[in-house]
């Protein structure tokens, strides 16, 4: 390596090299004193010698320059460091002045001594004292080349004089050896303060590296020990001492006292600290990369050993504590439903299909239950989401109660559920299960004050009889659960082989309903609505009819729901009531169209719009526009529909209500919306006959809305009885396959035109 340039360093770290060099000039007080003692033996053994007394006045300057010298040296060791080192140039200076002078007392008493008394023996024992002092001048006083170089010309320099001036010209030869011994000493001296300087600032580069090193191990995030291949530790870094609790100023010597260290911090049990002991030591004897994790305390850590050279190991620390509970929640909400804390969809299909495998193996069975709550949804709509949440926690801790502790329950979203029976020989007893279930469910809810009663509708299958995979058997839970609330709610019902050829028929009429739709080949019926007074037609309600080119007259029952599950209904509503309304427009001014309206079309947040729009198109009268909507549209949003109820009146549209008297608060809703028609339930028309109670009730609600100025509509009239019966109560405005049924636009005329009755054409306001 290329030794440092003093000239290319900075004057800061100059300057401390230089403070560091002055230091040793002072740094070796025995070989000092020694000078000092042994210097003045040169005048006076000269004197003893030849008796002149110029060496003792020689030897008194060098006693009073070696007391000078003492007492700077005395000063200099007093000094404080900081201080000595800030005045490093002064001290240096003081430094000289004494040497300087006690080496030049030394040459003059050499050069006296060889002029005056020049005898052998006499020269050569100055000339010995003389090379004696400058060979020890290169080494004693390197930190100052200057000082060295004065003290080599004081020493020498009066020699060499003196031997020029001699008679004898062979003694020039000693001035030369003199003068070639000066310039050897500066070389020297030279070469000694470059390899002082090299050596400190080595030593500077080496101190910063050792203190960068100390302060980088002790700011790293991770915890770090080095060791040997015996096990003995080199480095044990800050941070592995505050990760476990350890005393800062306690050094470990091997990884045994370490561990034993931790062990009594974490108060971890004897076996345990053996056990930590034994896997730390042979994962750091290993001559590949390892990691390990350990439970310390309330912290997870990771050891990563890694080995070095000769067997030496390093092993980093890692406190991946909240990384650990990070990906256990993440776990936790990858398998379990965040709400109800039950098993999700994606580890109850990890189950099922584990446990189907191992029903192929043995031979065994097992059964699924796939529920679904009836009325959540009107919780919902009614009490809101936040009741209902706790409604689908208090359900899920009742089909905890109801299962085995080796059974699963999980929840699928919404509000279905389902639960996996472990696998048994025999058929498992999914039906005492199911019962069970469907009896805890439908026990009362007291919620947030709210007393709350719902149901539940179960579909049961059972593996391999039905399916052999977990997608299929989820299919055939699903289809067995559909069926079971289609045929009424709160029963349990086996999933049976014609429940799959009864979805792919709704698959066909939802994709071929699209179809229709898209192509525009469904039709518009219209029934009429009569006064039974005279016979004469008030409005026509509009009827979706669908004419399919392979199935036939596909009846509203089977594809109006179809609409409503997939959203296709407001796109059908919209397009129903564009159709209305133009074909309206040729119709007797006076006669008015009624439009259902779904709840999701009631709910559009452009629905006011599409109204107008539709109006427009067709230039129809608002007021010919009837709009008909059930209770359960008024009960998803009452403010929401309050709100589009009055912008349809302030358009002109009348409207209707549907189906009333089948709700809850059927009065409450008269009371609150202004509606201008109610239409009495056909399941009141079809009891007239058979109920006195029923024919009270319509009694009753024709003098309410007789009361109310609300126009009253008996839908599904079907017999004279029932039209006499009606008639009885005041109610006159009928519908019904008494009349008429539902008929395509071209057939209308004869209606109007009161040819079928026989009567005249009268509509009714």
Known sequence: MAEPDIDQMGS??????????????????????????GGPLAPVSAWFMTGDGVYLCLTAVMLVVAAYRVQVLIAHSRAPLAERRKDARRWEILYGIGGVGFVGALGVTVAILFQRHPDDVAFYYGLVLMMSGVGALAGRNAGSPPIVLAQVIT?????????????????????????????????????????????????????????????????????????????????????????????????????????????????????????????????????????????????????????????????????????????????????????????????????LERDLRHIRKRGLSLAMLCIDLDQFKEVNDTLGHTIGDLLLCAVADRLRDCVRSVDMVARFGGDEFCILMHPTIERPPADALATRVIEAIGRPYVIEGHTIVIGA???????????????????????????????????????????????????????????????????????????????????????????????GYVPPSAFIPIAEETGMIVELGEWVLRRACRDARLWPTSARVAVNFSSRQFQQPDMIDRVRNAL???????????????????????????????????????????????????????????????????????????????????????????????????????????????????????????FSMAKPQAELAQIFSGAARGGKLKVVA
């Open 457 to 551: 509708s179960v579909g049961l299958c059972v593996a391999p009889r039905d399916a052999a995979s977990a997608e299929g058997l989820l299919k055939c839970g699903d289809l067995a659960m559909y069926h079971s609330k289609a045929a009424g709610r709160r029963q349990a019902i086996w999933f049976e082989p014609v429940m799959e050829d009864a979805l792919l028929n709704k698959r066909r009429i939802e994709r071929e309903l699209r179809e229709a739709l898209r192509n525009e080949t469904l039709e518009v019926h219209y029934q009429p609505i009569f006064d039974a007074r005279d016979q004469s037609v008030s409005t026509c309600e509009a009827l979706t009819r669908w004419r399919h080119p392979q199935l």
């Open 616 to 738: 427009q198109a067709a230039e129809l009268k608002p007021e010919r526009l009837e709009i008909e909507i059930t209770e359960s549209t008024l009960m998803q949003d009452t403010e929401d529909a309050a709100a589009k109820i009055e912008a349809l009146r302030a358009l002109g549209v009348r409207l209707s209500l549907d189906d009333f008297g089948t709700g809850f608060s059927s009065l409450g809703y008269l009371n609150r919306f202004p509606v201008d028609k109610v239409k009495l339930d056909r399941s009141f028309v079809s009891e007239l006959s058979t109920s006195g109670k029923t024919q009270a009730i319509v009694g009753a609600v024709s003098l309410l809305t007789a009361e109310l100025g609300i126009d009253l509509v008996a839908e599904g009239v079907e017999t004279h009885e029932q039209r006499v019966l009606l008639l009885a109560k005041n109610v006159y405005l009928m519908q019904g396959f008494l």
């Open 155 to 351: 020493l020498c320099m009066p020699l060499a004089v003196v031997s020029v001036l001699h008679p004898d010209k062979r003694y020039w030869g000693v001035a030369l050896i003199l003068v070639l011994e000066t310039m050897s000493i500066r070389s020297v001296s030279k070469f000694l303060y470059r390899n002082l300087q090299s050596a400190l600032s080595n030593g500077r580069d080496a101190d910063t590296q050792r203190r960068r090193f100390k302060s980088a191990l002790n700011s790293m995030t991770h915890g770090l020990c080095m060791g040997r291949a015996d096990m003995t530790l080199t480095v044990v870094n800050r941070r592995l001492h505050e990760f476990f609790g350890l005393d800062p100023d306690a050094a470990p010597k091997n990884l045994a006292e370490l561990t034993a260290m931790i062990a009594k911090s974490t108060h971890m049990s004897r076996e345990d600290a053996q056990i930590f002991l034994d896997q730390w030591t042979s994962r750091a004897s290993l001559p590949r990369t390892d990691v390990f994790s350990r439970e310390v305390g309330d912290r997870i850590y990771d050891f990563r050993c890694e080995p070095a050279d000769n067997g030496a190991f390093v092993t980093v620390v890692e406190d991946v504590t909240e990384q650990r509970r990070a990906a256990r929640e993440i776990e936790r909400i990858a398998h379990f439903d965040t709400l109800t804390d039950l098993a999700n969809r994606f580890q109850f299909q990890q189950r």
């Open 12 to 37: 800061e770290v100059q300057e401390e090299i230089h403070r560091d060099l002055v230091e040793t000039l002072f740094d070796t007080p025995g070989s000092f004193i020694v000078a000092l003692i």
